[in-house]
């Protein structure tokens, strides 16, 4: 059996136009027809060329088609985007033979940035279109990408003033070291060097101070100095300067509505704002909005429209259902609640008064000691000598509410679906896209994106779908 041996040197005839590169039914295709739909005079970019002469600038549709398709084949950085026009068929037939520099495609992307955050809400609007997005059942979820920027940039009070005082005792050694230089040395070179030092410390010292006065001024706990609107998070790799991107992905075929990243370590208060945010890209509220227990807050839920069947999980309900924390005997689940005379009473008859607001938004109840200490629970059931204490919300009734209603058999079966819906847009960007890291700084640049990525997520999904001949005739006719 012989071996099959390549040689570069055999001739081929390559198509004579570039239009024959790649076949009729190639991805790429998929996504020159999307731009070509897309309304560029909505989305603020004029296609007319400078009236005031220059030099020659590229056709906006082009660097764009070469931004949304570049992140499909892992490639997101302008050099690598530049170095594809050169060597990949589907990137030389995307552009004509056009080869800008990485220069003209990183000073687009941020030139258009804001043009290019609104490519999403586009993208949604046609799948609307296309049938392919209902927007009766959203699904919400926050994942953690990091940030074009280092942890230990991320600088807090405690560290601020830590380390303006370990400088400034390095001056002072400084000082010491001029005044104690060796008369038999160079004094004249010496002293520069010494005074080149302290005067590079005075500087490192001006800057940290700058940094402690714009805590102070945003009233932040920390801030990273190389991208200030990023936050360290906790992810699945440790602790790391990060952004928290927020989904919402409709019900029918998973596609992304409206994603967004968030300089929050945590999905708390964030619900309200994406239905908001959803429904205005909708035109309509949805019937059911489905979301982990990291969303779980009763002020945040209160501001949702009452109207929106609410799919949420408290913190405690999340930990039974795994395992983390099983019913014990004397739980508060085991207290019954008098509304009339606003008490609690216990498994064994005794009662526990109101005692004190703990919180503007949480009420104490506290049995008398005499009654805790006489009962033959006493140890179990509490150690205070001073009595058993309940703690409620003033919107604890709501809460509870919110508990029966995820409860729901109906409810239950849609809250199943959750984690296939809304957690496979994350999947695919951080694995298949490569995504797991942004490249630009600060939160107007990262989101753009953000809108690149989810588009990318969307086309692909369109492209399963429907199939890639169908999707582009329908894109050609939109």
């Known amino acids: 059996m012989a071996f099959n041996m390549?040689?570069?040197?055999?001739?081929?005839?390559?198509?004579?136009?570039?239009?024959?590169?790649?076949?009729?039914?190639?991805?790429?295709?998929?996504?020159?027809?999307?731009?070509?739909?897309?309304?560029?005079?909505?989305?603020?970019?004029?296609?007319?060329?400078?009236?005031?002469?220059?030099?020659?600038?590229?056709?906006?549709?082009?660097?764009?088609?070469?931004?949304?398709?570049?992140?499909?084949?892992?490639?997101?950085?302008?050099?690598?985007?530049?170095?594809?026009?050169?060597?990949?068929?589907?990137?030389?037939?995307?552009?004509?033979?056009?080869?800008?520099?990485?220069?003209?495609?990183?000073?687009?992307?941020?030139?258009?940035?804001?043009?290019?955050?609104?490519?999403?809400?586009?993208?949604?609007?046609?799948?609307?279109?296309?049938?392919?997005?209902?927007?009766?059942?959203?699904?919400?979820?926050?994942?953690?990408?990091?940030?074009?920027?280092?942890?230990?940039?991320?600088?807090?009070?405690?560290?601020?003033?830590?380390?303006?005082k370990a400088i400034e005792e390095r001056i002072d050694q400084f000082m010491d070291n001029l005044e104690k230089t060796d008369a038999t040395e160079n004094r004249e070179e010496s002293m520069i060097k010494i005074k080149e030092q302290i005067h590079d410390k005075e500087q490192l010292v001006n800057k940290i101070k700058n940094v402690l006065s714009e805590l102070e001024a945003q009233k932040k706990k920390s801030i990273n100095t190389t991208d200030p609107d990023c936050v360290n998070a906790k992810g699945r790799q440790g602790m790391h300067a990060s952004y928290n991107v927020q989904s919402t992905v409709d019900g029918k075929h998973g596609l992304i509505l409206n994603s967004e990243a968030v300089s929050q370590s945590n999905d708390c208060n964030q619900l309200s704002v994406q239905i908001e945010t959803a429904t205005a890209i909708l035109g309509k509220k949805p019937k059911h909005v489905c979301a982990d227990s990291g969303y779980s807050d009763v002020d945040d839920s209160k501001k949702i429209d009452k109207e929106i069947n609410l799919i949420v999980p408290s913190h405690k309900q999340a930990q039974k259902e795994n395992d983390r924390c099983p019913i014990k005997p004397f739980d508060k689940e085991h207290f019954v609640y008098d509304a009339k005379s606003d008490e609690y009473i216990c498994p064994e008859g005794k009662r526990l008064k109101f005692a004190y607001l703990d919180e503007p938004n949480k009420k104490r109840y506290q049995a008398k000691a005499s009654d805790c200490q006489a009962c033959h629970h006493f140890g179990q059931c509490t150690e205070s000598s001073n009595g058993r204490r309940i703690t409620r919300l003033i919107d604890e009734e709501f809460k509870e509410q919110l508990e029966a209603n995820y409860q729901r058999p109906e409810n239950q079966a849609i809250y199943k679906l959750r984690k296939e819906k809304v957690e496979h847009p994350f999947g695919h960007m951080k694995r298949n896209l490569g995504a797991g890291q942004f490249l630009l700084r600060g939160k107007d640049k990262v989101n753009a994106e953000v809108s690149i990525l989810s588009t990318c997520f969307n086309i692909a999904r369109m492209m399963t779908i429907l199939g890639i001949p169908q999707l582009i005739t329908r894109l050609n006719s939109a």
């Open 6 to 164: 390549h040689t570069r040197n055999q001739s081929i005839i390559f198509p004579p136009v570039i239009e024959d590169y790649v076949s009729t039914d190639a991805p790429v295709r998929v996504y020159d027809a999307f731009v070509e739909a897309l309304d560029f005079k909505q989305l603020g970019i004029s296609l007319e060329p400078n009236p005031n002469g220059g030099a020659d600038e590229y056709y906006p549709k082009d660097i764009l088609k070469l931004l949304i398709f570049g992140p499909s084949y892992g490639i997101r950085s302008s050099r690598k985007l530049e170095r594809a026009c050169h060597d990949n068929l589907s990137f030389i037939w995307l552009m004509g033979g056009l080869k800008p520099d990485y220069r003209t495609i990183a000073r687009f992307r941020i030139t258009h940035r804001e043009a290019i955050k609104s490519v999403l809400k586009q993208c949604v609007r046609m799948c609307v279109t296309l049938d392919l997005i209902e927007g009766n059942v959203l699904f919400i979820d926050g994942s953690k990408f990091r940030a074009d920027a280092s942890i230990n940039k991320t600088w807090t009070k405690d560290k601020c003033e830590k380390h303006i």
